[in-house]
């Protein structure tokens, strides 16, 4: 009887394809997965190019530009949260550059009592030099959008598939020279 059964193939396709569909629906699913972040992240870096260029002219309407981003990058990761950031600076080596400070102690932190200029003019020492908005003329702008997307194609064999994943593109762009460029300021102050 033993022997009817070892020349038997019937079934083993059966037995085969449960052995190996979880590895190729794992692998197939993950592909699909990679792809739409790819595809994703190359929206999101060309919307944010995009939308730095139009915020560099005088006329730059920086709400239209990061409603533009939003919609791009909404169509292809329906219910994203997209977040936008503008930092303005002087030149382009200010870029995340502390306002000037006498740093007595030598920690890198303006504290006890050392003093500053408050480059920024916002009556206060600051780790970065940027104010928070697209600028004047001449000024150079670091744009920077974040966005939070729960994954389309999620791999039931992958433990922390369904987790919010987060992509984070900048550009940054050298305002049009319509008007004369603002300087920073040179008033003095005292760090606590």
């Known amino acids: 009887m033993l022997r009817g059964f070892r020349g038997d193939r019937r079934g083993v396709t ?10 190729l629906f794992m692998l197939l699913i993950g592909i699909y997965d990679m792809g739409h972040m ?4 190359a929206v999101l870096h060309g919307a944010v190019n995009q939308a730095a260029r139009i915020g560099a002219l005088e006329i730059a309407d920086t709400t239209k530009a990061d409603n533009y981003v939003t919609g791009l990058v909404q169509g292809v990761a329906p219910g994203a949260t997209v977040t936008s ?9 200010d870029i995340k550059r502390a306002e000037a400070w006498n740093d007595k102690n030598g920690n890198g932190t303006c504290d006890n ?5 408050d480059e920024n003019k916002n ?5 970065d030099v940027g104010t928070t908005d697209n600028g004047g003329a001449n000024d150079v702008v670091l744009y920077t959008v974040t966005v939070t997307y729960t994954p389309i194609f999620v791999n039931p064999f992958v433990s922390n598939a369904k987790n919010a994943r987060t992509l984070i593109a900048s550009a940054v762009s050298k305002n049009q020279p319509y008007a004369l460029q603002e300087k920073y300021g040179s008033a003095a102050g005292i760090c606590s």
């Open 123 to 127: 009556g206060r020492w600051d780790v």
């Open 113 to 117: 009592s050392e003093s500053y200029t």
């Open 38 to 41: 790819a595809y994703l992240n």
């Open 14 to 23: 059966a037995i085969e394809f449960a052995v190996t569909a979880p590895v």
């Open 85 to 93: 950031k503008r930092v303005s600076y002087y030149d382009f080596a």
